[in-house]
């Protein structure tokens, strides 16, 4: 299976580990990610040696778990990345950092209570998995959105954007 490789900020490099033999169409589908993601000098195949360090933001390159070193896989939809290793269940670094500062951003915003804050802050690693509190996680989060203000909500629909699974992106309307 191929895996993929990803900044330590959550880009997508490319994918890497194309030991096994694909069908024509897995084939296709791979190239089809790759070129959407990046352009090389002929913009027809991918780069042969991928960059020890990310060209948007200068990251380290990651294609494995920093954990347990099991491989990150490509994911199934276009533009889509992993919230968590499926070797030991850890966070990836991209999955960390978002939900920290969602939960900073939460902190500095004054029309809330602080009950309103912990609320809300629950909200956030339910959003990032798909599980049965994605749900209840999502009717909380949009019944706060509503108290805090368009530009606040702004800012924390974009942080959770980054990190909310396609069911929770879908249920919260973004």
Request: hydrophobic letters at 40%; glycine letters at 8%.
């Amino acid at each position: 299976m191929p895996s993929a490789m990803y900044c330590l900020r959550g880009h997508f490099i490319g994918i890497v580990n194309l030991i096994f033999r694909p069908s024509i169409g897995q084939f296709r589908a791979l190239m089809a990610r790759a070129e959407d993601e990046w352009e090389n000098e002929e913009g027809s195949e991918a780069p042969k040696q991928l960059p020890a360090f990310c060209t948007t933001c200068g990251a380290s390159n990651i294609s494995a778990c920093q954990r347990c070193q099991t491989l990150i896989e490509v994911q199934k939809y276009p533009g889509g990345k992993p919230g968590y290793c499926g070797g030991c269940g850890a966070a990836f670094p991209w999955t960390e950092t978002a939900l920290s500062a969602a939960k900073e951003y939460t902190d500095e915003l004054d029309q809330l209570s602080p009950e309103e804050k912990t609320t809300l802050k629950g909200t956030f690693a339910d959003l990032a998995s798909d599980t049965a509190r994605m749900p209840l996680a999502a009717s909380r989060f949009k019944m706060i959105m509503k108290k805090i203000g368009p530009n606040a909500e702004g800012v924390l629909r974009k942080i959770i954007e980054t990190l909310a699974t396609e069911a929770a992106k879908k249920a919260v309307g973004l």
